[in-house]
Structure formats: structure tokens, C-alpha cells
């Protein structure tokens, strides 16, 4: 099987370096990018396997790429893990209705993160 694509979305530098480490640590190719605008951009471009997005950037807010990519015919079926360091329930619900496979809670560790990549992989291949 070829390496998955994942696109990291993060505007801190050092949470888009872990999760490069972890995601090339499992053998996926790689796309990093530190805003909304970008994320968009990098999505319409090169059709991730799966999307690593922080919520809360300068620029646009995860919810907002989230959006704009799921109403896109191109882009709808990419799974999406969530970044939040938000903890209120009705906001991870909000998440999950508008198509999110996953939330990884801020701070997370490279363990946790692992784990749910492999999962979310596990599942997309099948």
C-alpha cells in the first residue's frame, strides 16, 4: 500500500514538529501547514488521506476549514481529527455532527496521538 498523505494543520510551530515526528515515525507522507487559508489550499491541491486540524488559528478556525472542506464534492470524505483544548461536550457534539472522525485533546501526548492516528489509518484503509 502506498504511505498515507496527512495534512498537520496547527499555527504553533512545535505541536505541527510533533505531529510531522509521530506521522513519520508511522511512515505517512507528510503536508504541514499553519493556518486555515493554507489548509485549504494544501487539501484542494494534494487530497490528504487524513487531516490533522487544530480549531482555534489566527487566521480562519479549524471549524470554519472544516466546513469549507466537507461542503467541497472534492474534499467531503477526507476524515478529520480534530486539535481542541476546548473541553466543553456540546462543542466536541458540534464537531462530531459536522463530520469530524475524531478529537484529540489539547495538551495531548505523542502516545494518545499515535494511537488515534492508527486508528483512524486502520479504519480509512478498510
Do not use: W
Not at 15 to 32: A, H
Not at 94 to 102: E, F, K, S, T, Y
Request: with cysteine; aromatic share 4%; proline share 6%.
Amino acid at each position: 500500500m502506498e504511505k498515507p498523505l496527512v495534512l498537520a494543520v496547527d499555527d504553533e510551530p512545535h505541536i505541527l514538529f510533533i505531529l510531522s515526528q509521530v506521522l513519520n515515525s508511522k511512515g505517512c507522507k507528510v503536508l504541514t501547514a499553519d493556518g486555515g487559508e493554507k489548509a485549504i489550499k494544501l487539501a484542494l491541491k494534494n487530497i490528504p488521506d487524513l487531516i490533522i486540524l487544530d480549531v482555534m488559528m489566527p487566521d480562519i478556525s479549524g471549524f470554519e476549514v472544516c466546513q469549507h472542506l466537507k461542503n467541497n464534492p472534492k474534499t467531503k470524505n477526507i476524515p478529520v481529527i480534530i486539535l481542541t483544548a476546548e473541553q466543553n461536550e456540546e462543542h466536541k457534539e458540534a464537531m462530531l455532527r459536522m463530520g469530524v472522525i475524531d478529537y484529540i485533546s489539547k495538551p495531548f501526548s505523542p502516545n494518545g496521538l499515535s494511537t488515534k492516528i492508527d486508528d483512524v489509518l486502520e479504519k480509512i484503509k478498510t
